[in-house]
């Protein structure tokens, strides 16, 4: 994320600038180095420094055109790439120990065959040839001949020194082609004449160029490669198709891969369009962080006539002078700036609600601090905004980092009050699993809070919106990772923290995937050992709610166990917590719960998981997350297991709950209002509580907290920037 550096440098004196740049390039260039690569690119131009385009490849109107696209040029005989500008580290064998990397990529495309369909023989068909997504050894380059049905992968003549392993989309069909497919997906190695798995693309929309969302997975430690294939467009994702293969990919290319698209076209024609791209790749081993991939194209040439020039070695010392000095001078400049920041730490005050004893690593920060780190709060950096704030990125350059700034809107006295309890409950707080607070201001009428960033957005952002498939290890370790946030709030805590707004839009993803809870702007803090403790007036997001705090409007314990079994349903299944359908031309909302419930109840319960993962996923840990969920989503409260018993389920040193085969009716009693559980509480109404619910906005419960279900900023409770 270089927008947040670029923001902060240009608020930096002129003379500085040398040296920060300088200073910034050098992790930089180590992160190249270690092959470990993770981008998004949603615009592309002819300048854009991290594609190379050959041949026929463009970008015109923000997106790449892998064959020409332009009036007056010929639509036939085209072939060209668009790739990384940097290689892939896929494989590690320097220990002994053949090390595979995991690598994860969603793009959009469309292939627009302008209004021409097939025929109803090979020799009729009108339009080819397709595109793939590709890996081969660094530096390869278009092969000669290799056009047509050929993909821009291989040469035409021979599939001899073919090396590459691709996803195909392929729209003719040719002799060494199934004989009843036309347009299908394939996995190819080494040859586009031997495809693995081919599965026919039947609801594609290539005669008007429809949108494609494409997903591409490989998984080192299974060496599952798996493809999914979805509508844009659709909302249902009903249009779908995938195919998996196992590959040991280090037995088809070598250490270090190009990676990218190659298109072509034949006799006849079509266009090949990718619109965004978003790749993360990741090689768990120790490397030398000057080493180069292998075949890096040598320097130019040193003349040695000139190289022993004398003036030559004059101004080389004179600029060997100059830098020196200023680096010197911006390293002391640097000092000084940290002795200044760590000053305003020591002298800063906090708020009268927060005992500044409990300030360890988190600081106030002024408002002019917080200014530079975003430029100015510029809309470039704008990461989302909600009914209180907006969510700026930034870069604070004396902790090298960049952070996320909560700027609540002005005179907005909820905002406020949400802001004094998120800054008064988190500051206590420190757990892996939890969104780091680094500090906050309050200066100027100003209220801003300021966390870490995490890169990777939130669950609810892979799960329903634009995602890159989540893998069923990374889907478990998520789960496992907000079982352990939520039992450090409620038993490891000096006082149990209710979080009272636990969704997976809350759910924080970093770098590696793992999860961190946010936004403690609804918690309350309680005793232990107070049986069911409850705090008055519940806020939250329907369809994470549980039933009794929709009859009370008081929230205890049990009831942040409810919200953790709706997201552990939505990690297994992929599906909304509430969803809305349209049947009949009437609208109707369906919970997630019910819907499992009633698979569980015709002993169909795997048929929840997610279609997406293609069947790749452990089946018993698959089994023991969706009890898991329905357990702790029980309709009553005392019935719903504690956050330790569902660790304990879930990382198999217990056995899976017992869960009667009907979901129960929810059991609400005056008791509750007391503080104590007794077997022989009385039914109230449950159809009042459900006509209230029903009468809730589709977005958030009593719409005080009223931030709305769309895409969100990386976890901020934030409606996302479109």
Excluded at 17 to 38: E, K, R
Excluded at 264 to 277: D, K, M
Aim: aromatic share 10%; with cysteine; hydrophobic share 40%.
């Amino acid at each position: 994320m270089k927008k947040a550096e670029n923001m902060y440098l240009k608020s930096l004196k002129p003379e500085f600038l040398f040296v920060v740049l300088l200073l910034y390039t050098l992790p930089m260039a180590a992160s190249i180095d270690n092959g470990n690569i993770h981008f998004t690119l949603t615009n592309f131009t002819s300048d854009t420094p991290s594609i190379e385009f050959e041949n026929d490849a463009t970008a015109s109107g923000g997106a790449i055109e892998l064959t020409t696209n332009q009036n007056g040029k010929a639509l036939i005989y085209r072939v060209g790439r668009a790739t990384y500008y940097q290689p892939m580290h896929l494989w590690d064998n320097s220990s002994g120990n053949l090390r595979l990397a995991d690598f994860t990529t969603q793009f959009s495309f469309a292939i627009n065959s302008l209004n021409k369909s097939f025929g109803d023989r090979a020799e009729d068909d009108s339009r080819a040839d397709g595109f793939a997504f590709f890996l081969a050894p660094y530096g390869s380059k278009i092969p000669p001949n290799s056009g047509g049905a050929c993909l821009g992968l291989q040469t035409c003549d021979s599939d001899a020194n073919s090396k590459f392993v691709a996803v195909e989309f392929d729209t003719f069909r040719n002799l060494w082609d199934p004989p009843t497919m036309s347009d299908h997906v394939a996995i190819d190695l080494n040859s586009v004449k031997a495809s693995l798995h081919p599965v026919e693309w039947l609801w594609n929309d290539i005669e008007n160029g429809g949108k494609v969302d494409a997903f591409i997975t490989y998984n080192s430690s299974t060496k599952n490669l798996s493809v999914l294939l979805c509508d844009a467009d659709g909302l249902t994702h009903q249009n779908s198709s995938s195919l998996s293969a196992i590959l040991d990919l280090s037995l088809y290319l070598p250490e270090w891969a190009t990676f990218g698209f190659s298109g072509s076209t034949g006799r006849l024609s079509e266009l090949h369009t990718i619109y965004s791209w978003d790749f993360s790749s990741s090689l768990q081993v120790s490397m030398n962080p000057t080493s180069n991939p292998p075949n890096v194209a040598p320097g130019p040439p040193i003349n040695p006539k000139r190289k022993s020039k004398t003036w030559q070695w004059v101004v080389l010392a004179i600029a060997g002078g100059i830098f020196a000095l200023l680096l010197v001078l911006g390293l002391a400049s640097l000092f000084c700036k940290r002795r200044k920041y760590r000053r305003m730490r020591e002298n800063g005050t906090m708020s009268a609600n927060v005992d500044m004893e409990m300030v360890t690593a988190p600081r106030k920060f002024s408002y002019r601090e917080l200014w530079l780190a975003t430029n100015n709060f510029a809309d470039e950096g704008l990461l989302g905004e909600g009914g209180f704030g907006k969510v700026y990125l930034g870069f604070l350059r004396d902790i090298n980092s960049n952070i996320a700034v909560k700027r609540i809107t002005p005179n907005s006295q909820q905002g406020v009050k949400e802001y004094e309890s998120e800054i008064t409950t988190i500051i206590r707080l420190r757990h892996r699993n939890l969104v780091q607070l680094i500090g906050w201001c309050h200066d100027n009428k100003e209220f801003l809070i300021v966390y870490e960033f995490l890169p990777n957005r939130s669950l609810d952002y892979h799960l329903h919106r634009e995602p890159c498939l989540l893998t069923w290890d990374t889907r478990y370790k998520i789960a496992m990772g907000v079982a352990s946030a939520l039992f450090y709030l409620q038993e490891e805590c000096d006082q149990c923290v209710l979080h009272r707004d636990i969704k997976s839009s809350n759910v924080l993803l970093d770098l590696s995937y793992n999860a961190k809870l946010g936004d403690f702007g609804l918690a309350r803090l309680v005793d232990h050992g107070q049986g069911s403790q409850t705090t008055k007036l519940i806020l939250g997001t329907d369809g994470y709610i549980a039933p009794e705090c929709l009859e009370t409007y008081k929230a205890i314990k049990e009831s942040d166990i409810y919200s953790f079994g709706i997201v552990a349903l939505e990690i297994a299944s992929g599906k909304k917590a509430v969803a809305v359908i349209e049947r009949n031309g009437k609208r109707f909302k369906t919970k997630l719960v019910e819907w499992v419930w009633e698979l569980y109840r015709e002993e169909r319960l795997l048929d929840a998981a997610d279609p997406r993962l293609s069947g790749n996923y452990d089946t018993e840990q698959m089994e023991r997350l969706l009890l898991v969920g329905m357990a702790c989503a029980h309709p009553n409260y005392f019935d719903r297991p504690s956050i330790t018993q569902a660790i304990e389920i879930l990382g198999s040193k217990a056995p899976p709950p017992s869960l009667p085969r009907e979901m129960p009716v929810p059991i609400y009693s005056a008791a509750l209002q007391d503080n104590i559980v007794t077997p022989s509480a009385a039914t109230s109404s449950y159809t009042s509580a459900s006509s209230r619910s029903q009468t809730q906005s589709s977005g958030t419960v009593l719409s005080i907290h009223s931030f709305k279900d769309k895409t969100m900023a990386p976890g901020y409770d934030t409606e996302a920037k479109q």
